[in-house]
Structure formats: C-alpha cells, structure tokens
C-alpha cells in the first residue's frame, strides 16, 4: 500500500527553521515533491527532486523559495526533506508530499499525496 506520511510542520516565528520529512512507503518513487497551499489560495508547487541515477537526483524550486529551501531525499529510508530557512509568514500553509511512480513522466501529474502537514510562520 502506498503511503506518504508528512512530519515535521509546527509553529514557528519569521526567520527561524524547519525541517519537514515525508517518510514514503509501498513502492520507490522517480519524484518527490512539496507543495503547499494557503487557505483561499490554489496549492502551489515549492520543491521537486527526482531520482537520475543511484546517487545523483535533479532538484527544482519555485522562486519564492530559492535560496531558503532545500529538498533531499534518503534513497535507503525512501524518505524526503524539506529545509526551510528563514521562514516568513507568507510561508505559511499546509505543506503536502507528493510522490510520481517511476513510469510517470517527470512533466506529468504526480501520483499520490500525503495528508499534509501545517507550518504556520508568525511575524
């Protein structure tokens, strides 16, 4: 059964740090992804990082993020993380894990998603 468990979201003020993990499990993944959506705003793509060989991985990052965040993953756990630095409260959402199959194009739609995990930045 394919499941992605989101951890690590909390309270937390401007300028501090957080880690987010997604523990992974059922299958390996080529993707894996975080989004996040903000109450009355669409969801919106944060992070990516895909798996192009053994060791090597391709990572991706929305604008608003670049410089703050860094995605990695832990092939041996199946696991993915999410460090966030400098947080601002417009960083403040619900921050979901996503996952696309190893036969799913990476320009294609993700294939599952965890339950979410809240990160709520105060000023």
């Known amino acids: 059964q394919v499941q992605l468990v989101e951890s690590g979201g909390g309270l937390v003020q401007a300028g501090s740090s957080l880690r987010l993990s997604c523990a992974a499990s059922?299958?390996?993944?080529?993707?894996m992804g975080w989004f996040r959506q903000a109450p009355g705003k669409e969801r919106e793509f944060v992070a990516a990082?895909?798996?192009?060989?053994?060791?090597?991985?391709?990572?991706e990052y929305a604008d608003a993020v670049k410089g703050r965040f860094a995605i990695s993953r832990d092939n041996a756990k199946n696991t993915a993380y999410l460090r966030m630095n400098s947080l601002k409260p417009e960083d403040t959402a619900v921050y979901y894990c996503?996952?696309?199959?190893?036969?799913?194009?990476?320009?294609?739609?993700?294939?599952?998603w965890g339950q979410g995990t809240q990160v709520t930045v105060s000023s």
């Open positions: 996503a996952a696309r199959n190893l036969d799913t194009l990476l320009t294609g739609p993700y294939d599952y």
């Open positions: 059922g299958r390996t993944f080529s993707t």
């Open positions: 990082i895909s798996r192009t060989s053994r060791y090597t991985y391709d990572a």
